[in-house]
Protein backbone atom coordinates (compact mmCIF):
# COMPACT_ATOMS: atom_id res chain seq x y z
CA UNK A 1 0.00 0.00 0.00
CA UNK A 2 1.63 3.20 -0.54
CA UNK A 3 2.45 5.79 2.23
CA UNK A 4 0.42 8.59 1.01
CA UNK A 5 -2.60 7.98 -0.49
CA UNK A 6 -4.70 10.52 -2.37
CA UNK A 7 -8.53 10.42 -3.61
CA UNK A 8 -9.79 10.15 -6.23
CA UNK A 9 -7.16 9.93 -8.61
CA UNK A 10 -9.19 11.65 -11.91
CA UNK A 11 -12.44 14.38 -11.25
CA UNK A 12 -13.73 15.92 -14.09
CA UNK A 13 -16.06 18.43 -12.75
CA UNK A 14 -17.94 21.83 -13.71
CA UNK A 15 -17.70 25.28 -12.82
CA UNK A 16 -19.41 25.98 -9.84
CA UNK A 17 -19.22 23.15 -7.64
CA UNK A 18 -17.38 21.94 -4.59
CA UNK A 19 -14.96 19.65 -4.94
CA UNK A 20 -12.93 18.05 -2.21
CA UNK A 21 -9.78 16.17 -2.45
CA UNK A 22 -8.62 13.73 0.33
CA UNK A 23 -5.17 12.84 1.40
CA UNK A 24 -4.47 10.33 3.78
CA UNK A 25 -0.48 9.18 5.19
CA UNK A 26 0.62 6.13 6.71
CA UNK A 27 4.21 7.75 7.49
CA UNK A 28 3.36 8.96 10.64
CA UNK A 29 4.25 12.27 9.84
CA UNK A 30 3.52 15.57 11.54
CA UNK A 31 3.93 17.79 8.49
CA UNK A 32 1.48 17.80 5.23
CA UNK A 33 1.48 19.79 2.11
CA UNK A 34 -0.62 20.30 -1.06
CA UNK A 35 0.85 21.62 -4.24
CA UNK A 36 -0.60 22.51 -7.34
CA UNK A 37 1.30 21.82 -10.86
CA UNK A 38 -0.18 23.28 -13.89
CA UNK A 39 0.74 21.70 -17.15
CA UNK A 40 4.64 21.79 -18.04
CA UNK A 41 5.11 24.08 -14.31
CA UNK A 42 6.80 23.01 -11.31
CA UNK A 43 5.01 22.43 -8.31
CA UNK A 44 3.18 25.50 -6.14
CA UNK A 45 2.62 25.41 -2.96
CA UNK A 46 -1.37 26.08 -1.56
CA UNK A 47 -1.24 24.73 2.07
CA UNK A 48 0.63 23.06 4.70
CA UNK A 49 0.33 22.01 8.27
CA UNK A 50 2.73 21.50 10.18
CA UNK A 51 -0.39 19.43 13.29
CA UNK A 52 -3.65 19.27 13.15
CA UNK A 53 -3.78 23.12 14.90
CA UNK A 54 -1.78 24.58 12.63
CA UNK A 55 -2.76 25.38 9.42
CA UNK A 56 -1.03 27.37 6.92
CA UNK A 57 -1.43 29.41 3.47
CA UNK A 58 1.10 28.38 0.81
CA UNK A 59 1.96 30.78 -2.52
CA UNK A 60 -1.52 30.45 -3.89
CA UNK A 61 -3.47 29.80 -1.21
CA UNK A 62 -6.66 32.03 -2.52
CA UNK A 63 -9.75 29.59 -4.08
CA UNK A 64 -9.24 27.16 -1.48
CA UNK A 65 -9.49 25.77 1.90
CA UNK A 66 -8.18 22.93 4.09
CA UNK A 67 -8.90 20.65 6.70
CA UNK A 68 -6.62 18.62 8.69
CA UNK A 69 -8.93 16.16 10.38
CA UNK A 70 -6.14 14.30 12.20
CA UNK A 71 -2.26 13.78 11.93
CA UNK A 72 -3.36 11.10 9.18
CA UNK A 73 -5.58 12.92 7.21
CA UNK A 74 -5.36 16.71 5.13
CA UNK A 75 -7.95 17.35 2.33
CA UNK A 76 -8.14 20.18 0.00
CA UNK A 77 -11.61 22.15 -0.85
CA UNK A 78 -11.90 23.91 -3.99
CA UNK A 79 -15.68 25.51 -2.61
CA UNK A 80 -16.41 27.02 -6.27
CA UNK A 81 -14.19 25.34 -8.67
CA UNK A 82 -13.58 27.43 -12.02
CA UNK A 83 -11.98 26.27 -15.19
CA UNK A 84 -8.10 27.64 -14.19
CA UNK A 85 -8.19 25.39 -11.15
CA UNK A 86 -8.03 22.51 -13.60
CA UNK A 87 -4.47 21.33 -12.66
CA UNK A 88 -2.40 18.36 -11.42
CA UNK A 89 -2.87 18.27 -7.29
CA UNK A 90 -0.06 16.72 -4.86
CA UNK A 91 -0.42 16.11 -1.13
CA UNK A 92 3.23 15.36 0.32
CA UNK A 93 4.40 14.89 4.08
CA UNK A 94 7.62 15.58 5.85
CA UNK A 95 8.92 14.62 9.08
CA UNK A 96 9.71 17.17 11.29
CA UNK A 97 12.89 18.21 13.04
CA UNK A 98 15.67 20.30 12.26
CA UNK A 99 18.39 20.21 9.42
CA UNK A 100 17.12 17.34 8.05
CA UNK A 101 17.85 15.66 4.57
CA UNK A 102 14.29 13.66 4.74
CA UNK A 103 12.55 14.64 1.63
CA UNK A 104 8.90 15.40 1.16
CA UNK A 105 6.90 12.01 0.31
CA UNK A 106 4.52 12.80 -2.18
CA UNK A 107 1.22 10.81 -3.32
CA UNK A 108 0.22 10.00 -6.80
CA UNK A 109 -1.54 13.10 -7.53
CA UNK A 110 -4.89 13.77 -8.30
CA UNK A 111 -6.38 15.16 -12.14
CA UNK A 112 -8.46 17.51 -11.88
CA UNK A 113 -10.41 18.96 -14.82
CA UNK A 114 -13.23 21.82 -14.26
CA UNK A 115 -15.61 23.05 -17.37
CA UNK B 1 12.75 36.31 -8.20
CA UNK B 2 13.34 33.15 -8.99
CA UNK B 3 14.61 31.31 -6.21
CA UNK B 4 14.62 28.06 -8.12
CA UNK B 5 15.71 28.28 -12.32
CA UNK B 6 15.89 25.74 -14.48
CA UNK B 7 17.06 26.62 -18.01
CA UNK B 8 16.69 23.89 -19.99
CA UNK B 9 13.32 23.38 -20.79
CA UNK B 10 14.05 20.51 -22.75
CA UNK B 11 17.04 17.94 -23.71
CA UNK B 12 17.91 15.32 -25.94
CA UNK B 13 20.66 12.34 -24.51
CA UNK B 14 21.34 9.07 -26.28
CA UNK B 15 20.55 5.88 -24.23
CA UNK B 16 24.16 4.81 -22.07
CA UNK B 17 25.29 8.55 -22.20
CA UNK B 18 25.54 10.76 -19.31
CA UNK B 19 23.57 13.74 -19.45
CA UNK B 20 23.82 16.65 -16.54
CA UNK B 21 20.35 19.18 -15.74
CA UNK B 22 20.90 22.04 -14.85
CA UNK B 23 19.57 24.24 -11.33
CA UNK B 24 20.66 27.08 -10.15
CA UNK B 25 18.97 29.13 -7.15
CA UNK B 26 19.22 31.93 -4.63
CA UNK B 27 19.00 32.33 -0.97
CA UNK B 28 20.58 34.49 1.72
CA UNK B 29 19.68 31.16 4.00
CA UNK B 30 23.02 29.82 5.09
CA UNK B 31 21.49 26.38 6.08
CA UNK B 32 19.26 24.95 2.94
CA UNK B 33 18.92 22.04 1.20
CA UNK B 34 18.61 20.81 -2.55
CA UNK B 35 16.15 17.90 -3.70
CA UNK B 36 15.95 16.52 -7.35
CA UNK B 37 13.06 14.96 -8.19
CA UNK B 38 11.73 12.58 -10.97
CA UNK B 39 8.29 13.11 -12.70
CA UNK B 40 7.46 10.45 -15.39
CA UNK B 41 4.30 10.69 -17.53
CA UNK B 42 2.23 8.93 -15.28
CA UNK B 43 2.98 12.16 -12.70
CA UNK B 44 3.77 10.45 -9.72
CA UNK B 45 7.20 12.66 -7.93
CA UNK B 46 9.98 10.52 -7.02
CA UNK B 47 12.41 12.14 -4.90
CA UNK B 48 16.32 10.97 -6.51
CA UNK B 49 19.02 12.81 -4.34
CA UNK B 50 19.66 15.07 -1.64
CA UNK B 51 22.33 17.50 -1.18
CA UNK B 52 23.02 19.80 1.92
CA UNK B 53 24.63 23.32 2.24
CA UNK B 54 27.30 22.01 4.85
CA UNK B 55 27.95 18.91 2.54
CA UNK B 56 31.43 19.06 1.66
CA UNK B 57 31.00 16.50 -0.33
CA UNK B 58 28.51 15.85 -3.67
CA UNK B 59 25.81 13.80 -3.70
CA UNK B 60 25.92 10.66 -5.02
CA UNK B 61 22.89 7.87 -4.96
CA UNK B 62 23.29 4.98 -7.41
CA UNK B 63 23.69 6.30 -11.57
CA UNK B 64 22.66 9.76 -9.86
CA UNK B 65 25.32 12.14 -8.85
CA UNK B 66 24.60 16.12 -8.16
CA UNK B 67 27.76 18.89 -9.20
CA UNK B 68 27.01 20.80 -5.91
CA UNK B 69 29.08 24.26 -6.53
CA UNK B 70 27.71 26.69 -3.48
CA UNK B 71 29.88 29.52 -4.31
CA UNK B 72 28.46 29.49 -7.93
CA UNK B 73 24.93 28.67 -6.23
CA UNK B 74 24.39 26.01 -8.94
CA UNK B 75 23.17 21.87 -7.83
CA UNK B 76 23.35 20.33 -11.14
CA UNK B 77 21.49 16.44 -11.38
CA UNK B 78 24.04 14.44 -13.52
CA UNK B 79 22.28 11.00 -14.76
CA UNK B 80 25.36 8.70 -15.87
CA UNK B 81 24.72 5.76 -18.42
CA UNK B 82 21.21 7.11 -19.59
CA UNK B 83 17.96 4.50 -19.63
CA UNK B 84 15.11 4.56 -21.82
CA UNK B 85 13.56 4.83 -18.08
CA UNK B 86 15.31 8.26 -17.59
CA UNK B 87 12.62 10.02 -19.82
CA UNK B 88 10.69 12.19 -17.72
CA UNK B 89 10.74 15.58 -16.53
CA UNK B 90 13.42 16.71 -13.78
CA UNK B 91 12.44 18.74 -11.03
CA UNK B 92 14.70 20.68 -8.85
CA UNK B 93 13.95 22.19 -5.10
CA UNK B 94 15.02 23.68 -2.10
CA UNK B 95 14.02 23.69 1.26
CA UNK B 96 15.45 27.00 3.43
CA UNK B 97 15.49 25.82 7.15
CA UNK B 98 14.52 29.73 8.14
CA UNK B 99 13.11 31.23 11.07
CA UNK B 100 9.66 29.68 10.67
CA UNK B 101 11.04 25.79 9.92
CA UNK B 102 8.09 25.41 7.66
CA UNK B 103 10.35 23.24 5.56
CA UNK B 104 8.36 24.34 2.61
CA UNK B 105 9.97 23.14 -1.29
CA UNK B 106 10.89 25.44 -3.13
CA UNK B 107 10.51 24.37 -7.03
CA UNK B 108 11.71 25.03 -9.91
CA UNK B 109 9.77 24.98 -13.59
CA UNK B 110 11.26 21.54 -14.44
CA UNK B 111 13.45 20.22 -17.52
CA UNK B 112 11.89 17.03 -19.57
CA UNK B 113 14.78 14.92 -20.38
CA UNK B 114 14.27 12.39 -23.33
CA UNK B 115 16.46 9.49 -23.90
CA UNK B 116 17.28 8.05 -27.60
CA UNK B 117 17.72 4.61 -28.17
Known amino acids: DADVTQTPRNRITKTGKRIMLECSQTKGHDRMYWYRQDPGLGLQLIYYSFDVKDINKGEISDGYSVSRQAQAKFSLSLESAIPNQTALYFC??????????????FGDGTRLSIL | AQKITQTQPGMFVQEKEAVTLDCTYD???????LFWYKQPSSGEMIFLIY??????QNATEGRYSLNFQKARKSANLVISASQLGDSAMYFC??????????????FGSGTRLLVRP
Open chain 2, 51 to 56: QGSYDQ
Open chain 1, 92 to 105: ATSDIGGYSNQPQH
Open chain 2, 27 to 33: TSDPSYG
Open chain 2, 93 to 106: AMREFGMDSSYKLI
